[in-house]
């Protein structure tokens, strides 16, 4: 990833997967590394598709100290339009969603039990910007929906009741990330 930054002449380095973004942290140090949700919140308007839309916000777990991150998401939300109703478990205190730690392979049943107990703490549905949260979350029966997908899909309810993709799908989508990234060229280079 060093190098790879290094030869397009790369500064900052912007992570969309709070587990990503907190892996970089640790392995890349001199580096500065940024959510896409700190980047967008403030500078883009999303559309106001979502006035007056009730939900809450399921933090991932790995993004509990981060503050910045938070703050960013329910800006971007509250911009669009939505009423965010905060669970009590949330920032700081955020709860697991149960994917976790590679819960699910050891203790399936643990799993879902995690997951349950999450998507039980609010009626509304659960904003995610974590992939793996609104597997799980979605796994147990909850509404769940990243918030992209909330924000931009012409219909979001829709989007929240159907089940996430599978792992080729998701495989395929991250291939197709690594093979665009090859073909930079470092800044300013023709």
């Given at each position: 990833?060093?190098?790879m930054m290094d030869s397009v002449?790369?500064?900052e380095l912007i992570a969309a997967c709070p587990d990503c973004t907190h892996l970089l942290k640790e392995t890349l140090p001199g580096t500065r590394v940024t959510?896409?949700?700190?980047a967008l919140a403030g500078k883009w308007e999303p559309p106001r598709q979502r006035e007056g839309v009730?939900?809450?916000i399921h933090d991932s777990c790995k993004a509990r100290h981060e503050p910045g991150?938070?703050?960013s998401v329910r800006r971007l939300l509250e911009d669009g339009g939505s009423?965010?109703?905060d669970v009590d478990y949330a920032g700081e205190l955020a709860r697991c969603c149960g994917f976790g730690g590679m819960i699910y392979p050891v203790d399936s049943d643990l799993s879902q039990r995690v997951s349950?107990?999450?998507g039980d703490e609010s009626p509304l549905p659960m904003i995610t910007y974590c992939a793996g949260c609104r597997m799980a979350l979605k796994g147990c029966g909850k509404d769940s929906i990243h918030i992209l997908d909330f924000l931009l899909s012409s219909d979001w309810q829709t989007a929240a009741k159907a089940n996430p993709p599978g792992a080729l799908p998701r495989y395929a989508n991250?291939?197709?990330a690594k093979w665009a990234f090859k073909r930079l060229r470092p800044l300013g280079a023709e």
């Open positions: 990833m060093q190098r002449g790369a500064e959510t896409v949700w700190e009730a939900i809450s991150i938070h703050s009423v965010i109703e349950r107990r999450r991250r291939l197709k």
